[in-house]
């Protein structure tokens, strides 16, 4: 029997290339309790927590994916914050807004600001990658201790202040956008992805948003009864938790006529749909290329 944390498996892992279904086949998923079910991982695993070869795997996907600086922040990071789950919907979320940002960065789009930032994550990755041709800036109505902790494990790992976003504390309503500013909310709540997409269409900005809890009464007519109760079909509540939040997300999409739909892995986050308006037509459209396929060192794993 060949060990888990033995040199030869760790070492197979990591040469292969990533595979969303492989990587999270037996770790722990939400608790049936939940109403997004046990379909996603568990929010609470961390990096330290799993398996060599799991954790060769992560990194594997990571070098292949984000600039050098972001894996190694990663790997330094504190590991209380080194969540599985916000890394790799970070990622997931940087590559969407990197298709875009290739095409665009320092002409028709010189700022990026990521709005309700919560963990940052997603705003370090895009100034570790576009800072220097753009101005990235993050903002919430508090700085949480998790953003100041990537701030430090990427400025341990190289970035210097070009390629650091720059952090504000203020709501949404207090962001300043003009239309060479790209807005980004990632998971914001409640009302947020309201305010965050009127106040981009107001000031002509291309916004990318993927949200997270969605009230119906924003996006349907008042007499729309779409109540919810976790994990029932009752008569009052029709739909499923996946069903409605893709309801209310396709709702979004039109009544703020967003233009391009993405979607990250569905194994990582029930919220999963990334919209997106306002993009000039050959952004919107510019599609990713596949992960690189970068010569691999070797090398302690971190």
């Not at 809890?213 to 029709?238: E, I, K, M, Q, W």
């Not at 569905?266 to 308006?277: E, K």
Request: aromatic share 6%; glycine share 4%; net charge neutral.
């Amino acid at each position: 029997e060949v060990l888990d944390d033995d040199a030869t498996v760790v070492l197979r892992a990591v040469r292969r290339a990533f595979d969303f279904l492989e990587f999270a086949w037996d770790l722990p998923r939400r608790s049936p309790r939940s109403p997004h079910g046990t379909s996603v991982l568990d929010p609470h695993l961390v990096v330290k927590d799993l398996s060599d070869s799991k954790r060769a795997r992560l990194f594997r996907y990571l070098h292949d994916r984000v600039p050098r600086e972001a894996v190694e922040a990663v790997a330094v990071v504190p590991e209380r914050y080194a969540r599985v789950k916000e890394i790799l919907e970070s990622v997931e979320v940087f590559r969407i807004l990197e298709r875009r940002l290739r095409v665009s960065a320092g002409r028709t789009v010189t700022r990026v600001e990521d709005v309700a930032c919560g963990h940052g994550l997603v705003a370090h990755l895009v100034a570790a990658r576009f800072g220097g041709s753009i101005d990235v800036a993050c903002s919430d109505a508090r700085e949480r201790p998790a953003r100041s902790a990537w701030s430090a494990a990427f400025r341990a790992a190289g970035s210097d202040d070009e390629r650091l976003p720059r952090f504000d504390a203020k709501p949404v309503a207090a962001v300043e956008l003009d239309a060479a500013t790209a807005l980004v909310c990632v998971h914001g709540c409640d009302d947020v992805n309201v305010e965050a997409v009127e106040k981009a269409r107001t000031a002509r900005s291309p916004w990318t948003v993927v949200p997270c809890c969605l009230r119906a009464r924003h996006y349907l007519g008042a007499g729309f009864n779409l109540a919810r109760r976790p994990s029932t079909r009752s008569d009052a509540t029709p739909l499923a938790d996946d069903t409605r939040y893709a309801f209310l997300c396709g709702a979004l999409a039109a009544r703020y006529e967003a233009d391009r739909v993405d979607m990250i892995e569905p194994a990582v986050t029930a919220r999963s749909i990334a919209l997106s308006g306002g993009w000039p037509d050959e952004i919107a459209a510019a599609r990713g290329d596949p992960p690189t396929r970068r010569s691999l060192r070797s090398g302690v794993l971190p």
